[in-house]
């Protein structure tokens, strides 16, 4: 069992920065993949990034490809991503979700366990 904790989330401009953090409960941290996801209203949730168990692999949708950066402290049981050049079609609540397989999926449905969600807003 993983609990999931989002936090980070908040009001920022569009071209500024947020770093969202997910810290994440039990000994087996380092077992799972970690992936963010987001999900605007009216909309289904979309895959963000996602990064492998050991440091050095990383997944990135298109969308956020060279704004967005993925990474873990394994030690620190969190997982961050770093969130530049934001968008106003970057508004969304971001869940950080585990996965206790191998594969950078990018489907909801193959994650177990997920956060609560923070929300993020992009003002012009």
């Known amino acids: 069992q993983v609990q999931l904790v989002e936090s980070g989330g908040g009001l920022v401009q569009a071209g500024g920065s947020l770093r969202l953090s997910c810290a994440a409960s039990?000994?087996?941290?380092?077992?799972?993949?970690l992936g963010w996801f987001r999900q605007a209203p009216g909309k289904e949730r979309e895959f963000v990034a996602a990064?492998?168990?050991?440091?050095?692999?990383?997944s990135y949708a298109d969308s956020v490809k060279g704004r967005f950066t993925i990474s873990r402290d394994n030690a620190k049981n969190t997982v961050y991503l770093q969130m530049n050049s934001l968008k106003l079609e970057d508004t969304a609540v971001y869940y950080c979700?585990?996965?206790?397989?191998?594969?950078?999926?990018?489907?909801?449905?193959?994650?177990?366990?997920w956060g609560q969600g923070t929300q993020v807003t992009v003002s012009s």
């Open positions: 990064i492998s168990r050991s440091v050095g692999i990383n």
């Open positions: 979700a585990a996965d206790s397989g191998l594969r950078l999926e990018v489907r909801p449905r193959e994650y177990d366990y």
């Open positions: 039990g000994r087996t941290f380092r077992s799972y993949v």
